[in-house]
Structures are given as C-alpha cells and as structure tokens.
C-alpha cells in the first residue's frame, strides 16, 4: 500500500529522522503511538515543505 511519504524512504533525511526518533525512543524521552513509518514520514514531509517554501 502507498502513501503520502514513499517518496522520503530511503533518503537521506529519513534516515536522519528515524535514527533520531530511535535514539529518544530508546532513552524514554518519546513513546511511539503509531507507527514508525508514519511518524518519520510526516516529520519528513513538514521539514521538506519547510525547507521548499523558504527557498521560494
């Protein structure tokens, strides 16, 4: 099944994000309620959008 953050698997800033969200998951400063995937995904999304709309 597709979604919306496909096109962010595999790149460098998934990479990036999801170790970071592993790190405070594994320090107990964050607990996942869904899941992972989703989690990276959406952050992917809104660090991308951002980045896209301050370089217009």
Do not use: F
């Amino acid at each position: 099944m597709n979604t919306p953050y496909d096109r962010y698997k595999n790149t460098e800033l998934w990479n990036m994000v999801s170790e970071a969200i592993d790190e405070l998951v594994e320090n107990d400063d964050l607990e996942e309620r869904t899941t992972h995937d989703h989690i990276v995904g959406y952050l992917c999304q809104k660090v991308s959008s951002s980045l896209t709309e301050k370089g217009n």
